[in-house]
């Protein structure tokens, strides 16, 4: 019942006339169907401005249909003020009839996705996930929505591998490394021992004073070798692992003043320890330092340009334990030069890492015959190949529709599912938009960051090949070789002249005799009588 009707039902009876061509019926009609348009105005607009009704066709008239938005853009411009309007925070060109209503569908999951995200403050780590995995379609509710999230990482202080420059190493001299990070920092230490060091090094120690941290290698190395303290309790030289006493010690920021240590000489030859030119197998004593009217050195079997033992110590001013005639003072040259590796910190910046395809929200599932072919050669089995052959060629929303149209059980999702989804084939969503939404994160992420930070957005794209290759191996055929060599027969007289001595050989010989003894002696005040 129209506003015309109710209007004239509420007039007195001489007014009720079942004649509607009069003047004052058409006068009323008129009246009625303004009120009844201004009402269906009101209820458009209130319409407009709910997220769930309104949509995004333009009014008619409009000439730049690019330039214009619609209601649901101007809903999500609401929300995103404080953020910054821009261009690419839109629709785009909305396809016109059904068509349009199914792009506007999407566009409105997105759209609550990201409201509901602003809502709650997008400016931290959590949320920032939340934003981007929203403008590609992951809201909450969704199923596999969680799954989904987690594939979006947040990498922090953009690091990136560094290197401080080689230090040639001298034994017990400090060095000094500079850590630009600004907090302590997990090193790698790579030491080369140089190539004509004459001696090896016994029990290798890298000392860090200004963290209070020593982590030593229980072995001996000698020149050319490799040997590299990695952060945590391990140690590897020249390739093979080891378990260190203490832990390599972390960098702290700033300055950090280091110094190596380790003992020279040789050390006892033991089974499967020590280097074997570098160790002694003689005697207890074989390994003592040559000391001057020393009982426990044997001039030939002692040594005399360095220390033996771990007991001989490389002297060092006024220090317990070490003492003058059993040290060494020589090696002011380099033993062996240091390279520090570390993961250099970037302070106020980020990554924000998106996986390019995450299947059920920005790519689809398809399976086709070179899909079943390389399935196939993987040993699936040929009843599981059966039911994805009666999806061949379609293209599937998400992983839970897909495998029930395929009719897997749990049982064969569980065991197979893996395996399927890495030899899928995965169209994009999102080819067929004007505006694709990968576009639109860096603005979005650019607006919520805090400001002075530096963001980046870094999508991650995997690559599925297949190479038919056959191996084929061709005859092989020995052809002989000519060649042509001038040669020229010669006789040869071999005979010997036994003179040795032309001149003859003349001995020179001589004898001597030489006679000891003690002969007597007697003195003046004696009662001897030889004298």
Request: hydrophobic fraction near 40%; aromatic fraction near 10%.
């Amino acid at each position: 019942m129209g506003r015309s009707t109710s209007i004239i039902q509420r007039l007195p009876h001489f007014y009720q006339s079942e004649e509607v061509l009069n003047l004052f019926y058409q006068f009323v009609e008129a009246f009625g169907h303004a009120c009844d348009v201004a009402e269906e105005d009101l209820l458009r607009v209130m319409r407009s401005h709910w997220v769930d009704s309104a949509d995004n066709s333009l009014p008619a008239g409009v000439v730049n249909a690019t330039a214009a938005k619609g209601d649901l853009d101007k809903i999500f411009t609401l929300y995103i003020e404080r953020l910054g309007v821009t261009s690419l925070l839109q629709q785009g060109a909305r396809r016109p009839g059904e068509e349009g209503k199914l792009d506007d569908e999407v566009y409105r999951t997105r759209i609550k996705g990201l409201i509901n995200v602003l809502r709650s403050g997008a400016s931290t780590k959590e949320n920032i996930v939340k934003i981007v995995g929203a403008n590609l379609g992951i809201v909450d509710d969704a199923d596999g929505a969680a799954e989904a999230l987690g594939k979006i990482q947040i990498v922090e202080y953009l690091p990136e591998k560094a290197t401080l420059p080689t230090v040639d190493t001298v034994l017990y001299e400090p060095f000094t490394l500079i850590n630009p990070n600004v907090v302590p920092t997990p090193t790698e230490f790579r030491l080369k021992v140089r190539e004509d060091l004459p001696y090896p090094l016994t029990g290798p120690a890298l000392v860090n004073f200004t963290s209070g941290e020593k982590v030593q290698y229980n072995g001996t190395v000698k020149a050319g070798d490799v040997l590299s303290f990695f952060p945590g309790k391990k140690v590897m030289r020249n390739g093979e692992e080891f378990v260190p006493d203490g832990q390599t010690p972390l960098m702290l920021p700033g300055e950090n003043i280091l110094r190596l240590e380790a003992e020279v000489g040789l050390v006892k030859g033991k089974f499967d320890e020590g280097i074997f030119d570098f160790s002694t197998f003689a005697s207890e004593n074989a390994d003592a330092v040559g000391i001057f009217n020393n009982p426990g050195a044997v001039f030939d079997l002692a040594t005399f340009d360095f220390a033996g033992e771990l007991t001989n110590k490389v002297a060092r001013f006024d220090e317990e334990g070490v003492y003058f005639d059993l040290a060494v003072f020589a090696f002011p040259d380099p033993v062996a030069s240091l390279e520090a590796k570390f993961t250099r910190l970037h302070p106020a910046t980020f990554m924000v890492r998106i996986p390019w395809d995450i299947p059920s929200f920005t790519v689809n599932l398809k399976v086709t015959d070179l899909v079943l072919e390389r399935l196939e050669a993987t040993g699936l089995p040929p009843e599981i190949l059966a039911k994805l052959e009666t999806v061949n060629g379609q293209e599937i929303g998400t992983e839970k529709e897909f495998f029930e149209k395929a009719g897997l059980t749990e049982t064969e999702q569980d065991e197979h599912k893996a395996l399927i989804l890495s030899q899928l084939e995965y169209p994009d969503k999102f080819s067929n938009l004007p505006i694709n939404p990968r576009s639109q994160i860096k603005p979005i992420v650019d607006k919520v960051r805090a400001a002075g930070v530096y963001a980046v957005v870094d999508y991650v794209k995997n690559f599925t090949e297949r190479h038919d290759m056959t191996d084929q191996i061709a005859g092989l055929q020995i052809a002989g070789t000519q060649e042509d060599q001038q040669m020229e027969e010669a006789n040869f007289d071999i005979g010997s002249v036994q003179t040795p001595y032309p001149d003859g050989l003349e001995h020179e010989m001589s004898d001597s005799l030489l006679l000891a003894g003690v002969f007597d002696y007697t003195g003046f005040d004696s009662l001897n009588s030889f004298a």
